[in-house]
């Protein structure tokens, strides 16, 4: 304990002053420089009022238990080099009695500003792209810097409000940094994801096999208001739809556009048609049902009289799999197939059919 008595005793008494301590006064705490993006990435704090003689300053850090030590003999001293923290400071003097602490010295993380706050984002429409508000922007002029993955070149936005709408996003990740009128350059903000708003063209296998006769309507694909075109560029220009009620041309390829919710595909399905590949004749069964169609796993087809036998082929007429039901009804597994556009032969009292079944994913 640094405690020194200083007695005076003349020949009357006089009064006798008590020195509580002998310790340094506590430094004072002077300017304070914080971090700057154009300057040094430190801070540093000006401490005065220091102790005649050798001194030793200990420097606290909030959160930390180790102290770092600096030592000199001048009144003032400029404690530099501190990062991003909390400090506290004291100072021991040559007799080794020590102050109390100073004051919180606060250093900033660093001269740069915040990156932005990302906001609502807006994903795309079929009439209007995707957006995204950023908000927390520094105050004065900035300039904003949209950063795509996979893309090294940047898109600027100007402006000097706290907040900002990012428009005319397409289908892609992106991050945004912001830079403040002295271009000191933020970190950039989480990932901000733009869905693409594409609806997909229908699906379907894209050589498909018919009979004589078959229609513009018999053309097998899933997707949701189908539209057949005889042309890609009919198809993306939604010019001249073709009637269900068409005949099919055998080499021809057919394209499909569907709609959903509104939004029509960019793309399109193609099929090619070859016509009487296997030279079956499709209406054979008059009262022949069967569904789903597409089909995920089982299709269930029924006949008013007993199927004798089923086949399955690829549209390059190889076989795939066989049944003999012997029954009204019966269900045919399909979970197994390839995703693709299948032929099933049916057999009931002599009769063939063909069923054209398309296999979904």
């Known amino acids: 304990m640094c405690l020194i008595l200083h007695i005076v005793l003349p020949k009357k008494l006089k009064k006798v002053i008590l020195n ?17 993006c154009s300057g040094s990435e430190s ?37 530099t080099g501190l990062s991003a923290g909390a400090y506290k400071f004291d100072v021991s003097d040559i007799t080794y009695c020590t102050s109390e ?48 993955a996979g893309d090294d070149n940047l898109v600027y936005y100007y402006g000097s409000t706290s907040e900002y709408t990012v428009t005319g996003l397409t289908a892609g990740t992106y991050k945004f940094d912001v830079s ?59 010019s001249g739809a073709l009637s269900a009620s068409q005949l099919l041309e055998s080499g021809k390829t057919y394209y499909a556009m569907q709609t959903i919710g509104g939004c029509r595909s960019l793309l399109a399905l193609n099929v090619t048609v070859d016509i009487n590949a296997l030279g079956v004749n499709k209406y054979d069964i008059a009262g022949l049902k069967y569904y789903p169609n597409p089909v995920i796993d089982f299709i269930t087809i029924s006949n008013t009289n007993a199927i004798t036998s089923i ?51």
């Not at 540093?44 to 003999?73: C, K, N």
């Not at 096999?209 to 097998?220: I, P, Q, S, T």
């Open 20 to 36: 509580a301590s002998g310790a340094p006064k506590a430094p004072i705490v002077g300017a304070i420089t914080q971090p700057s």
């Open 43 to 79: 801070g540093s704090v000006v401490l005065t009022g220091l102790p005649s003689g050798s001194w030793t300053i200990a420097r606290h850090t909030a959160g930390e238990d180790a102290l770092v030590y600096y030592y000199g003999a001048t009144t003032e001293y400029t404690v």
């Open 101 to 148: 602490k100073t004051t919180e010295v606060i250093i900033k993380a660093s001269g740069a500003p915040e990156a932005p706050l990302v906001g609502a984002i807006t994903q795309p429409t079929c009439n209007a792209l995707g957006s995204v508000v950023l908000s927390g922007l520094p105050s004065g002029n900035w300039t904003i810097a949209r950063h795509t």
């Open 180 to 238: 403040d009128i002295t271009f000191c350059t933020s970190k950039k903000t989480a990932d901000v994801v733009i869905n693409a708003l594409v609806t997909p063209a229908p699906e379907g296998a894209n050589s498909q096999m018919f009979n004589n006769g078959d229609k513009v309507g018999d053309l097998v694909a899933a997707g949701t208001n189908i539209v057949w075109y005889a042309s890609l560029a009919d198809a993306i220009a939604d």
């Open 311 to 361: 086949q399955l082929f690829n549209l390059l007429g190889q076989h795939v799999l066989s049944a003999r039901p012997n029954a009204l009804t019966t269900q045919v597994d399909m979970s197994h197939v390839p995703f693709g556009t299948y032929l099933l032969e049916v057999q009931s009292e002599g009769k063939t059919a063909t069923i054209k079944i398309l296999k979904s994913k």
